[in-house]
């Protein structure tokens, strides 16, 4: 499995982004996607998960404010990103876990200005 986020940029505190991630092959409908995130300094932190069943979790500091979504026909899920607030900023990573193996995307930046 291959991933590729995309979608980072730089964004005022209260705007908006939507990150998205592509994913390679057939089995995409059939796992769990995560999103995590890293800040300077940070250890990487879970941010979202969503099931292959459509399930949702999110962590605390991001719950009301960020929604993960997927989309099999397309292989791509996507984290919309409302409300931003600096300590928000990080490289944001696509993770799945397949055939026992941990797959990450490169990471996309994430940039709040307050």
């Known amino acids: 499995v291959q991933l590729q986020a995309s979608g980072g940029g730089l964004v005022q505190a209260g705007g908006s982004l939507r990150l998205s991630c592509a994913a390679s092959?057939?089995?995409?409908?059939?796992?769990?996607m995560d999103w995590y995130r890293q800040a300077p300094g940070n250890s990487r932190e879970l941010v979202a998960t969503?099931?292959?069943?459509?399930?949702?979790h999110y962590a605390d500091s991001v719950k009301g404010r960020f929604t993960i979504s997927r989309e099999n026909g397309k292989n791509t899920v996507y984290l919309q990103m409302n409300s931003l607030k600096p300590e928000d900023t990080a490289v944001y990573y696509c993770?799945?876990?397949?055939?026992?193996?941990?797959?990450w995307g490169q990471g996309t930046l994430v940039t709040v200005s307050s």
């Open positions: 993770h799945t876990i397949a055939t026992f193996h941990d797959y």
């Open positions: 969503i099931t292959s069943g459509g399930s949702t």
């Open positions: 092959g057939s089995i995409f409908r059939l796992i769990r």
